[in-house]
């Protein structure tokens, strides 16, 4: 079955192409005529539906996911949260928004290093009905930056019940107990 997913990020498409081997899956990475559009709202919730619809517009009797994550602080009052991927500036790559992070938590809260990820999908049916699911994964944030798979935050993050950062895991680790995972999970359930 062919999913179009509103993503240019390629970690991302590497997770859903593991967890969901017996789908075609697509990208607006592959339309020449699809410009992303602005990530304006408020929740993870609103710019996942920003992202989905504005796939939806130009791909239609296709399923199309809208999927919106960041990474939840206590320490930071839940930033970086929506703002994840520009945490350190609007061009901000990985390990400047991670050396962001580790700067504001040694200054705000070097005791309570709680996180979670969150992970928003927009889903669009075939025939264009909408549902809405997320997924959560609890932690905490290390004191330096260690291993190398992933992206993201992953240098940084230990999910709850394991002792080493989901760049250390690596991804089939990972693809059991993240955010993204069990948001894949319950699309498993809708598209079935
Ligand atoms: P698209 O909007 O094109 O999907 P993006 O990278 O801008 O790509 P988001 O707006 O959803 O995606 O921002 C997600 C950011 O949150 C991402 O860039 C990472 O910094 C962080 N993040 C989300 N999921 C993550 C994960 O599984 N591991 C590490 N960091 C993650």
């Not at 859903?16 to 559009?37: A, D, M, R, Y």
């Not at 997320?134 to 394991?162: A, H, L, M, R, W």
Request: charged letters at 25%; one cysteine or more.
């Amino acid at each position: 079955m062919e999913l179009w997913l509103a993503t240019g990020n390629r970690s991302k498409l590497i997770e859903f192409k593991t967890l969901l081997p017996s789908f075609e899956i697509h990208t607006q990475s592959e339309l020449s005529v699809f410009s992303p559009p602005p990530e304006n709202g408020k929740t993870f919730e609103e710019n996942a539906r920003i992202k989905a619809r504005s796939l939806k517009a130009v791909k239609t009797g296709v399923w199309v996911i809208g999927e919106d994550s960041g990474l939840e602080v206590e320490g930071l009052g839940n930033l970086p949260g929506i703002h994840s991927a520009r945490y350190a500036g609007p061009k901000a790559i990985d390990p400047e928004n991670v050396a962001k992070l580790l700067k504001m938590l040694g200054l705000k809260s070097a005791n309570n290093r709680k996180a979670k990820f969150q992970c928003y999908m927009v889903i669009y049916s075939p025939d264009g009905r909408e549902s809405v699911i997320n997924g959560t994964v609890e932690g905490s944030i290390s004191t330096k930056p260690i291993g190398t798979d992933g992206f993201g935050y992953d240098p940084v993050f230990i999910p709850d019940g394991e002792t080493k950062t989901f760049a250390e895991l690596g991804l089939t680790r990972k693809n059991q107990i993240s955010h993204r995972a069990q948001a894949i999970r319950k699309l498993i359930e809708i598209i079935n």
